[in-house]
């Protein structure tokens, strides 16, 4: 039995090393992913974490590795956006990036048509499908600068989502957001999740989405990524990173158990 069959993706021995810089970024990073699965990546700042989502979305290229989108070795002689995109991946970026003069259903449907997602019908029913799965359906006239930061963020992933991925490669989808949209974001990517079975990673500094998404989490520390927990394993786990990502919980609940 091929084992890769169950896997959205696979990267081995990746390392990356910007142009003129003596030191790899990433240096011999290795991951896998199942099909259906969702993993949190958070650590420090400037460690790569971005970078990565880019390197997996075929923005940038590795210096060396191997990368296996579901079983599939895509080699980097023709490691692209394109060959990568073909494969059912999409980016979502922290900023959204709505094109300005477009409407919000203008937005969601220009990827369709120029990747020839069907006919006219076919990607009106797709756009509808993404409007109503994000709740942006009231919104579908307005252009990015009348929208809020968490209804843009909501277009940004219903976009993305209108192209079918099979991977979903999410860069801190809550940043910029108050509770109160960003725990209206959360259940709809959850949702998403369970009624699509699409694989995602999210890259983040709030580390209470891997506990909401009950998904795992993983750290991105000394150029590869660290053992992959659930929420509350790395609560209690001896481990420095664990020390120093969560320090502020743990003092919380050792304060709360005092009291």
Request: net charge negative; hydrophobic share 40%.
């Amino acid at each position: 039995m091929d084992l890769s069959q169950g896997e959205a993706l696979r990267i081995e021995d990746l390392h990356f090393r910007y142009v003129g810089d003596e030191e790899d970024v990433l240096d011999g990073l290795d991951m896998v992913l199942g099909r259906g699965e969702t993993l949190c990546i958070a650590g420090a700042s400037g460690m790569g974490k971005s970078l990565l989502l880019r390197l997996i979305a075929g923005l940038d290229k590795p210096d060396s590795g191997a990368l296996y989108y579901f079983g599939e070795h895509l080699p980097l002689s023709q490691h692209t956006a394109l060959e990568v995109a073909k494969r059912g991946v999409e980016l979502i970026f922290q900023n959204g990036a709505l094109i300005s003069n477009l409407t919000v259903r203008e937005n969601i449907s220009v990827p369709l048509y120029y990747h020839h997602r069907g006919t006219d019908e076919e990607i009106e029913r797709r756009v509808n499908m993404a409007l109503d799965l994000m709740r942006v359906r009231d919104e579908e006239d307005k252009y990015p600068h009348m929208l809020s930061s968490g209804v843009a963020k909501r277009v940004a992933i219903a976009r993305a989502w209108a192209m079918d991925p099979r991977l979903l490669l999410m860069d801190e989808p809550t940043a910029g957001l108050d509770n109160y949209n960003r725990n209206s974001l959360l259940p709809l990517i959850d949702n998403m999740q369970a009624l699509f079975k699409t694989s995602m990673i999210l890259v983040t500094h709030d580390l209470l989405i891997a506990r909401e998404l009950g998904a795992d989490l993983c750290f991105l520390e000394n150029k590869r990524l660290s053992q992959r927990m659930k929420f509350e394993e790395w609560l209690t786990v001896d481990l420095p990173i664990a020390h120093e990502m969560f320090r502020n919980l743990r003092d919380f609940r050792s304060d709360i158990s005092r009291s």
